[in-house]
């Protein structure tokens, strides 16, 4: 397996602009995650889906934010209008339910830098 | 979930035993300990979790102390790969259901040649 896939790797935008990150977890994984992670506040958890069902979305900072999972094979974390502060690497992590629900395996991440 | 307790740094010469350890006593009986890792620059890594019992597997051993209130990740041998930040997570894992994952500042191991 190739593994959890996310792209780009690497997004530069202006401020205002429509950003969307994109996940493919491991096939057959019924959990998918998205985390993000800045100096300053560390790896935060966004949302989690279970079967494309989102469960939490409490770690969602605000409207501009929305994360999608049309299907069991891929997931988007939109940001729209992006500011700066949304600068941060962004993480997907996919899991599969039973004793390994929490052994999350995570994509190389995309590091998103907004001007 | 329990909150955890980690050093900030460690460094461990090339070759010798790494040993992390991990406070979490408030930690409840159905809460387990789980270990991940992130080289620089990469995506979190598991390395291996446990209820009550140690375990071992191809990366790492894991002892949870009696109480419960404490473990230690072990890397036996540890290579210069191994630099890296450690995070020690406590979180319910019951019927198979996933919970979310806490990752505190955890503790940067410097593997020294």
């Known amino acids: 397996d190739a593994g959890v896939i996310q792209s780009p790797r690497h997004e530069v935008t202006e401020m205002g602009q429509e950003v969307t990150l994109r996940c493919k977890p491991i096939?057959?994984?019924?959990?998918l995650f998205w985390y993000r992670q800045t100096m300053m506040r560390g790896l935060e958890l966004l949302i989690y889906?279970?079967?494309?069902?989102?469960?939490?979305d409490s770690g969602m900072p605000e409207d501009r934010f929305s994360a999608k999972m049309p299907n069991a094979s891929f997931s988007t974390l939109k940001i729209q209008p992006s500011e700066p502060r949304d600068s941060a690497v962004y993480f997907c992590?996919?899991?599969?339910?039973?004793?390994?629900?929490?052994?999350?395996?995570f994509g190389a991440g995309s590091r998103l830098t907004v001007l | 979930d329990a909150k955890t307790t980690q050093p900030p740094s460690m460094d461990c010469a090339e070759g010798r035993a790494a040993n992390l350890p991990c406070n979490h006593s408030?930690?409840?009986?159905?809460?387990?300990v789980y270990w991940y890792r992130q080289i620089h620059s990469q995506g979190p890594q598991y390395i291996i979790h446990g209820l009550k019992n140690n375990e071992t597997n191809e990366m790492a051993s894991l002892i949870i102390t009696e109480d419960r209130k404490s473990s230690t990740l072990i890397l036996p041998h540890a290579t210069l790969r191994d630099t890296a930040v450690y995070y020690c997570i406590v979180s319910l894992s019951g019927s198979g259901s996933a919970r979310q994952l806490t990752f505190g500042s955890g503790t940067q191991l410097t593997v020294l040649p």
């Open positions: 992590a996919s899991s599969l339910t039973g004793s390994g629900a929490n052994v999350l395996t």
């Open positions: 096939s057959g994984h019924d959990y």
């Open positions: 889906f279970n079967n494309n069902v989102p469960i939490d």
């Open positions: 408030t930690i409840s009986g159905n809460e387990y």
